[in-house]
């Protein structure tokens, strides 16, 4: 079966009733945890984003005090799930403001871990791509935000 295009979706759903559009969301909420979550921030967690940011921020914590830390390679891989996790909150909000945020905390925690992240390239390569991207939408930003993230940046690099 291949999907339709969201113009066609959107003007289906134009039709429908609000009964029919409850029962839809409900049998997509089903299917995957990813729909179940963002139904989640849609209708409970997006009217207040610094509650939202702040519970993601407790989740990566608990992720970070679960990485294996007996090999590189492993602490590698547990570091790469922690970033997917995080990228996928962030494409629940939409928001650059918490992106940066987000991002600039994951880098602060990957900093701080030990062993070093130096001892590394791959992690090294991760760390350094992550500020890169931190850089940019950081650029897209208002100007008091930009000053506020990039001092929390500089910190980061030096």
Do not use: W
Not at 100 to 128: G, W
């Amino acid at each position: 079966m291949k999907a339709v295009s969201v113009k066609e979706l959107k003007e289906e759903l134009r039709n429908r009733s609000q009964k029919e559009l409850l029962e839809l969301c409900l049998r997509l909420s089903v299917f995957k945890k990813e729909n179940k979550e963002l139904l989640t921030y849609l209708l409970f967690e997006s009217y207040d984003e610094t509650l939202y940011i702040e519970s993601v921020k407790k989740e990566i914590d608990e992720q970070f005090l679960q990485i294996n830390k007996k090999t590189y390679y492993l602490m590698k891989k547990s570091i790469r799930k922690i970033l997917t996790n995080i990228k996928k909150f962030i494409r629940y909000s939409q928001k650059k403001e918490t992106e940066v945020e987000l991002l600039l905390y994951f880098c602060t925690k990957l900093k701080n871990i030990t062993p070093s992240y130096k001892r590394s390239p791959r992690l090294i390569n991760l760390y350094n791509g992550q500020l890169d991207l931190i850089t940019k939408k950081i650029s897209s930003l208002h100007e008091d935000l930009q000053y506020d993230f990039g001092i929390e940046l500089k910190t980061l690099i030096n």
